[in-house]
């Protein structure tokens, strides 16, 4: 992999409004270019708009989706890569040649392709599938890139797959911390008076974020999936206001030993920078251990245990 330098983004997408929220996607990858970043990622569906949707029917839904890479909304995002000669990674509600919507991450480079992830394990809508597929691709930068989408990071097999696929660095868009996780120690609702009143006392939204309803929640798990897979990752998440919901920000870049190299602890939209350096790849802790896996031993889980669920039931069941 060569050096590459990367940004994450944080942003409170607008729900429902795609002009907004791409105007505040082409501002930041703007100034991005402006400091020589190649590698620009913005927040899972922060194009349609995230939890909204989670009320929406499905003629609602479809009518925010769009085709990809034939939409408007991706024709804007390779237009921007292209002048900026910068990828730009951007979520948003993908209307498929299948009839079916899905949680679509897209990934526009400047010399023209479009690479998309559908995400594997959704649930914000009864109304929308969840993908089949790994998503793993060179870029025009000298490095292979993974993508997965907020849950599909949870889940360890994930991204010890996208490793295996040759990932240098995984992509891994979110919208999460302060959500009603219905785990005990796992997150948590966060009061949308908090952030409406940001200005006024800053400092009760902040605890919030940098707790375990955010940061403190993210430490626990995040840092371990580059460092036990060998991967940078470029996290980036929604920020304030979602509905009902107050997501946490937290943008960060991690390197492949579990380091935060830039992290962002604002309370409002706000961007990272780090210079991702190949030659920490070659013998990091993740890929030397990989390298002595025994994978007859494994088989156990890729075995049907009988008691699994749909994305949407497992993230909404009571027990």
Not at 44 to 70: D, F, R
Request: with cysteine.
């Amino acid at each position: 992999m060569k050096d590459v330098r990367v940004a994450s983004v944080q942003f409170n997408h607008h729900a429902g409004d795609k002009n907004y929220n791409l105007s505040v996607i082409k501002d930041y990858v703007e100034q991005a270019a402006e400091k020589a970043v190649k590698i620009i990622v913005f927040p899972e569906m922060c194009i349609t708009g995230y939890w909204h949707v989670s009320k929406l029917n499905k003629e609602q839904i479809k009518s925010l989706a769009e085709p990809v890479p034939s939409g408007r909304a991706t024709k804007r995002l390779l237009a921007l890569a292209h002048k900026h000669n910068i990828s730009i990674g951007a979520g948003l509600i993908e209307l498929g040649q299948d009839g079916k919507l899905y949680n679509t991450f897209v990934f526009a480079m400047p010399n023209g392709e479009v690479q998309k992830h559908r995400k594997l394990h959704t649930f914000v809508s009864i109304h929308m599938d969840s993908g089949h597929d790994y998503t793993v691709f060179d870029t025009p930068h000298g490095c292979k890139v993974g993508i997965l989408i907020c849950w599909d990071n949870n889940l360890i097999e994930n991204v010890r797959i996208t490793a295996l696929k040759g990932a240098d660095i995984l992509i891994a868009p979110h919208q999460t911390g302060g959500c009603n996780s219905r785990s005990p120690k796992a997150m948590g609702l966060i009061d949308p008076d908090l952030w409406h009143n940001r200005a006024v006392n800053p400092e009760l939204i902040y605890s919030e974020m940098q707790g375990i309803k955010g940061r403190e929640w993210l430490m626990r798990w995040l840092p371990a999936r580059a460092h036990d897979n060998g991967l940078f990752i470029i996290f980036s998440n929604g920020v304030g206001v979602d509905m009902d919901e107050v997501r946490t920000g937290n943008a960060m870049i991690i390197g492949p030993y579990g380091e935060i190299l830039s992290e962002s602890d604002h309370i409002d939209n706000d961007l990272v920078i780090a210079d991702l350096k190949g030659a920490e790849l070659e013998q990091c802790t993740g890929r030397r251990w990989i390298r002595g896996r025994r994978p007859a031993l494994y088989q156990a889980l890729s075995t049907v245990s009988g008691d699994e669920l749909s994305p949407y039931n497992a993230r909404f069941s009571k027990k």
